[in-house]
């Protein structure tokens, strides 16, 4: 069993940057960020396995980066050069087996709003 708890969402301009913490209990061997928008179906953005191999999505290479404090357990988005399009609620999401971008996960966070305006 574990236990997401997402931070960091805010509003912010185009170009701006924010970082997404996702505080995690229990064993997992894959942890990431999902995203929301809109209108939209739940897109993958970034995971990270127990080896520490990451993978992103298209839309976010350049601008994003996913790391993991292994010691403190915490896992983090960087997110740079926000979009409009970025805007979404984004999941943290984990698994003891998987690790894709699909998200076919068993855990969940509550979610964390990210809002960027022209």
């Known amino acids: 069993q574990a236990h997401l708890v997402e931070s960091g969402g805010d509003s912010v301009q185009a170009g701006g940057s924010l970082r997404l913490s996702c505080a995690a209990s229990?064993?997992?061997?894959?942890v990431g960020w999902f995203r929301q928008g809109p209108g939209k179906e739940r897109e993958g953005v970034a995971v990270?396995?127990?080896?520490?191999?990451?993978t992103y999505a298209d839309s976010v290479k350049g601008r994003f980066t996913i790391s993991k404090d292994n010691a403190k357990n915490i896992l983090y988005l960087q997110m740079n050069n926000l979009k409009p399009e970025d805007t979404a609620m984004y999941y943290c999401?984990?698994?003891?087996?998987?690790?894709?971008?699909?998200?076919?996960?068993?855990?969940w966070g509550q979610g964390t709003q990210v809002t960027v305006s022209s």
């Open positions: 990270i396995d127990g080896y520490g191999t990451k």
């Open positions: 999401g984990a698994d003891s087996y998987r690790c894709s971008l699909r998200g076919d996960y068993a855990y």
């Open positions: 229990g064993y997992i061997y894959c």
